[in-house]
Nanobody, 116 residues
Framework: QVQLVESGGGLVQNGESLRLSCAASGNRFRVYVMGWYRQAPGKQRELVARITSAGNTAYADSVKGRFTISRDNAKNTVYLQMNSLKPEDTAVYYC??????????WGQGTQVTVSS
């Protein structure tokens, strides 16, 4: 069992930045595919970004060029740097992990609200 704890959410203005962090338990962090998903009210959960054990990344088209996912294997932590935030980025952001691109474990979520 892997426990994921997100932090860094909050309320920001249009155009501002936030950095989300997700700390994972266990000693196999480096082999996991780590991801960030989000769910806005009334919408399905969607992939925002993922990073493989090799450091390969993938992003949703809506966040390309604005968001950056990274990982620090020494700290068992994955980050999501979010720049130029827009009101449509408002959602609960979830950290995920798994051995493939399909998540097995989920964090509890952190709220990100972008005001216009």
């Amino acid at each position: 069992q892997v426990q994921l704890v997100e932090s860094g959410g909050g309320l920001v203005q249009n155009g501002e930045s936030l950095r989300l962090s997700c700390a994972a338990s266990g000693n196999r962090f480096r082999v996991y595919v780590m991801g960030w998903y989000r769910q806005a009210p009334g919408k399905q959960r969607e992939l925002v970004a993922r990073i493989t054990s090799a450091g390969n990344t993938a992003y949703a088209d809506s966040v390309k060029g604005r968001f950056t996912i990274s990982r620090d294997n020494a700290k068992n932590t994955v980050y999501l740097q979010m720049n130029s935030l827009k009101p449509e980025d408002t959602a609960v952001y979830y950290c995920s992990s798994g051995l493939t691109n399909d998540p097995i474990y989920w964090g509890q979520g952190t709220q990100v609200t972008v005001s216009s």
